[in-house]
């Protein structure tokens, strides 16, 4: 091929390469119309003339299609905007009027009637139009549900309009407000989108199907009784079936008991059937724990019909009652502490010592003339020898401890804002005993009370006191006991007595565990071996839940549920299994220990408290002396 070819072809070769290159611009030359060429053109073209052509005509052809596709698309998008806004098949929501015509008052829970009329302006027809009504099916902010008609028109034509009778039934506090919404959903010919048209309509509550009323102080001091009081009553001709009362406590409200008591937990009340003009009272027992003075702390009570499937929730609420109390500090306040500790409730062990505290503050500001407190001591696990009182007296006719200006002379008059403290102790009764059995729920009561008296106006003596309770539970007695065998126990044991170095000696362990007077769950019993002891395998009885872990040699019982009682008079929980000891050389004149410590672990489910006992380790001795009396080698047990 000649050289000029092969010029050629490569030109044409770069220039196919930027015609279909992404990011090549053509370049586009102008030309003046008024200009005549000065060139004449060739008689003839050329080959390569012809080639060299063909690029511009390809230019020129590609921006005319670009501008005529630029004039399409926008004549296009004026001719739909067009239709949309002036044309014939155009449809507004504005050209759709929804008018309801009903009361708007109602009495709860009775039928409210509403007609709705739904008028078509647009120039069009709706097509497939369905009525929406939703309405709240009870009252309350707390209330989610919704009840929902669906209702089907068919088609609306253009200019013409449908009405509708529909039945609502609203529930709420008397004077609030419910807002019924209603909607069309729609759709235009032509179209596969449904569009939507809403109009709220507000009811406000004359009067509610079931009265509710509470009853309580609107102060409260922190750590005192309070009682709320509700009442119910049916204010309607219709009577009400399957009512119950839910009742939500503020966080800080400790629930004590309930007259009549509640249906699911402690805040559930079922009323059953309501005639017309029945009344049904509830009081509420309790106490505000952990709050803080000036808090404000809110109750809320629920009322209407239970629901079929969660017995503890309301299906339908037809009546709701918010109540708010404030927390303030008595004028004169006192405070049990234990063993030096503020808290709701407390766990000692069995037979020890109780140290209390009774402190006392004048949160006024004038004075408190003969203030006294009273300590009152009572349940089934106080020791009543035991109770001692520094400064008070006890009473042991009424297990009461006194104190007053007789036994401190500084009661006869306190001044503003002035505190203090007095301080008594107290300790349990053993939890078994042959002659008494096994104390039940084991527990000591402490109500102290303090009072006194506030000078006012022309001298008069106002009476002022405060009061409050502390419950000490006794822990439950589980002994353990830990012990080794050789000649007695399930198993037969081998190897020379005393042992022998690099002779074998197999022992039995043996773990019994008692309880006394409250149910222990989860109990397990945990120990581990020396690296020179190993564990045989065999367990008695067969089925106790015992494993072994031999990476870290540990021994772990699972014991479970303590009963109350297990243990005394009874065979209590109990396994046994057998070990291996092969002595060393460098064990001579020692004492090797043959099991580790063993801890037994559980929960006192009364107390509330975790349970722990602890028990040393095991050994045997090894004499060099051949004499030595076996009888006499060191057995922990």
């Known amino acids: 091929m000649a050289l000029d070819d092969k010029d050629r072809l490569s030109k044409i070769e ?31 073209w050329s ?20 501008i005529f596709s630029l004039i399409f698309f926008g004549l296009s998008t004026l001719y739909v905007l067009f239709n949309f806004f002036e044309g014939g098949n155009n449809v507004s929501n504005d050209n759709i009027e929804i008018s309801v015509l009903g009361n708007a008052f109602t009495n709860g829970g009775e039928d409210l009637p509403l007609i709705v009329e739904i008028s078509n302006r647009n120039n069009v027809a709706l097509e497939l139009v369905d009525l929406v009504v939703e309405s709240p099916r009870g009252a309350g902010s707390g209330n989610n549900n919704t009840e929902r008609q669906r209702i089907s028109l068919g088609s609306i034509p253009s200019g013409g309009s449908r009405s509708e009778n529909v039945i609502v039934r609203l529930f709420g506090e008397q004077g609030s407000v419910n807002s019924v919404r209603i909607s069309i959903e729609y759709r235009v010919p032509g179209s596969n989108a449904i569009f939507v048209k809403e109009k709220p309509y507000e009811v406000t509550i004359e009067s509610t199907p079931l009265n509710l009323t509470i009853e309580a102080p609107s102060e409260v001091p922190p750590n005192q009784d309070v009682t709320l009081k509700i009442k119910a009553q049916i204010n309607s001709e219709r ?63 629920w009322s209407g019909s239970q629901s079929r499937t969660e017995k503890s929730e309301i299906d339908v609420v037809f009546n709701s009652l918010l109540y708010t109390m404030l927390i303030n500090k008595p004028f004169v306040e006192s405070s049990i502490f234990v063993n030096g500790v503020y808290s709701k409730e407390y766990a000692i062990n069995s037979g020890a010592p109780l140290s209390g505290e009774v402190r006392w503050a004048n949160n006024l500001d004038t004075k408190v003339n003969d203030m006294e407190i009273r300590l009152k001591l009572s349940g089934n696990a106080m020791n009543r020898k035991s109770i001692k009182a520094p400064k008070g007296f006890y009473n042991s006719i009424e297990d009461t401890i006194v104190w007053d200006k007789n036994t401190d002379p500084s009661f006869a008059e306190v001044e503003p804002g002035e505190s203090g403290l007095v301080s008594f102790s107290v300790a349990s009764k053993q939890l078994y005993s042959s002659a008494d059995g096994i104390l039940n729920q084991p527990i000591i009561n402490l109500y102290a009370s303090i009072s006194g008296k506030q000078a006012v106006a022309s001298n008069v003596a106002k009476k002022i006191e405060s009061n409050e309770t502390k419950i000490v539970k006794i822990i439950s007695d589980v002994g353990f006991a830990n012990k080794i065998l050789y000649y007695t126990g399930p198993f037969t044991n081998t190897g020379p007595i005393p042992p022998k170095v690099e002779n074998e000696t197999t022992y039995t362990v043996v773990w019994n565990v008692t309880n006394t007077a409250n149910v222990v769950r989860n109990a397990k019993v945990r120990a581990t071996l020396p690296s020179w002891v190993n564990f045989v395998g065999t367990i008695s009885p067969a089925d106790a839940n015992l494993t072994y872990n031999a990476s870290t040699k540990e021994i772990v019982w699972n014991v479970g549920t303590l009963v109350r009682g ?41 107390a509330n408290v975790d349970v722990r006992v602890n028990r040393s380790s095991l050994n045997t001795k090894l004499p060099s002396d051949a004499s030595f009396d076996y009888k006499n080698a060191r057995v922990v047990e």
Do not use: C
């Not at 930027?18 to 003046?32: Q, V």
């Not at 057998?578 to 064990?587: D, G, V």
């Open 47 to 66: 080959h390569e003339d012809l080639k060299k052509e063909k690029p511009s005509m390809k230019i020129s052809a590609f921006k005319k299609f670009f």
């Open 239 to 301: 009577r009400a079936e399957n009512m119950i009362i839910k009742v939500d406590y503020p966080l800080g409200f400790q629930f004590t008991s309930a007259t009549p008591g509640p249906s699911l937990g402690n805040n559930v009340f079922e009323l059953g059937t309501l005639e017309p003009g029945t009344e049904y009272q509830i009081a509420i027992l309790g106490k505000m724990v952990d709050v803080w003075n000036g808090e404000q702390k809110t109750f809320k009570v």
């Open 14 to 44: 770069d220039l196919k390469s930027k015609l279909f290159s992404r990011g090549y611009t053509p370049r586009i030359e102008h030309y003046d119309t008024h200009r005549h060429r000065t060139d004449t053109p060739p008689e003839t």
């Open 566 to 606: 297990a243990g005394l008079g009874n065979a209590g929980p109990e396994v046994a299994f057998q070990i291996t000891f092969t002595p060393s050389l460098s064990q001579l004149d020692e004492t090797p220990i043959v099991i580790n410590d063993a801890v037994l672990t559980g929960h006192d489910d009364f």
